[in-house]
């Protein structure tokens, strides 16, 4: 059975970092597509940050390009974000995401993932 659990969100002010964790297990994770979407009150849920497997190419909303960053560490089956420069517009609950193979041009695509986390929320103050 696949399980994804995030771990890291809490309570930022602006101009703040925080460190999203999300560790896989019950898959072959070194060939997972592992994403991350965040979905804020009343919008819907978006990709925020994805990276292929085996380290290769990463992909990022516009809104977040420069600020976040997505790393894997397979010898531990987990994904982090690192969120720099947080602003209040990024407060949402983030939710980890995987999936044995996606089309590159659909990594934003929620439903291209068959295995979610439970979410972790992240506020940023203004």
């Known amino acids: 059975q696949v399980q994804l659990v995030e771990s890291g969100g809490g309570s930022v002010p602006a101009g703040g970092s925080l460190r999203l964790s999300c560790v896989a297990s019950?898959?072959?994770?070194?060939?997972?597509?592992m994403t991350w979407f965040r979905q804020a009150p009343g919008k819907e849920r978006e990709g925020v940050a994805a990276m292929l497997p085996r380290g290769g190419q990463s992909y990022y909303a516009a809104s977040v390009k420069g600020r976040f960053t997505i790393s894997r560490d397979n010898a531990l089956n987990t994904v982090y974000l690192q969120m720099d420069s947080l602003t209040p517009e990024d407060t949402a609950m983030y939710y980890c995401?995987?999936?044995?193979?996606?089309?590159?041009?659909?990594?934003?695509?929620?439903?291209?993932?068959?295995?979610w986390g439970q979410g972790t929320q992240v506020t940023v103050s203004s």
């Open positions: 019950g898959m072959t994770y070194d060939n997972a597509y």
């Open positions: 995401a995987a999936d044995a193979w996606v089309a590159p041009s659909r990594w934003a695509d929620v439903s291209a993932y068959m295995y």
